[in-house]
Nanobody, 120 residues
Framework: VQLQASGGGLVQAGGSLRLSCAAS????????VAWFRQVPGKEREFVAAISWSGGSTFYGDSVKGRFTISRDSAQNTFYLQMNSLKAEDTAVYYC??????????????WGQGTQVTVSS
């Protein structure tokens, strides 16, 4: 599976961004997918995950109520809608696939990362 993340950029605090992750190779509907983020000097942080069916979603505590993960299996693409962005959301965001839960070590495939910068 190859993953290509996009949609990052610079946004003011309180604004919104939508990240996309396009999957190719194995059919995307057969595995769970997730978003993680990382800032220099810190471990990769779990942001959100969605089950293979799309029926279950999970969020990190710091983004609950502000971020929404979704997937379009027909397009082999999944998304992260980020609203009410804060300066502390600034990070490189990575999409991941074929894993389970919030542990980044459980995920088999990773995208290249996209930078999100929130100015205060």
């Amino acid at each position: 599976v190859q993953l290509q993340a996009s949609g990052g950029g610079l946004v003011q605090a309180g604004g919104s961004l939508r990240l996309s992750c396009a999957a190719s190779g194995r059919t995307s509907s057969s595995y769970a997918v997730a978003w993680f983020r990382q800032v220099p000097g810190k471990e990769r942080e779990f942001v959100a995950a969605i089950s293979w069916s799309g029926g279950s979603t999970f969020y990190g505590d710091s983004v609950k109520g502000r971020f929404t993960i979704s997937r379009d299996s027909a397009q082999n693409t999944f998304y992260l809608q980020m609203n009410s962005l804060k300066a502390e959301d600034t990070a490189v965001y990575y999409c991941a696939a074929d894993g389970l839960g919030p542990d980044s070590h459980d995920y088999e495939y990773w995208g290249q990362g996209t930078q999100v910068t929130v100015s205060s």
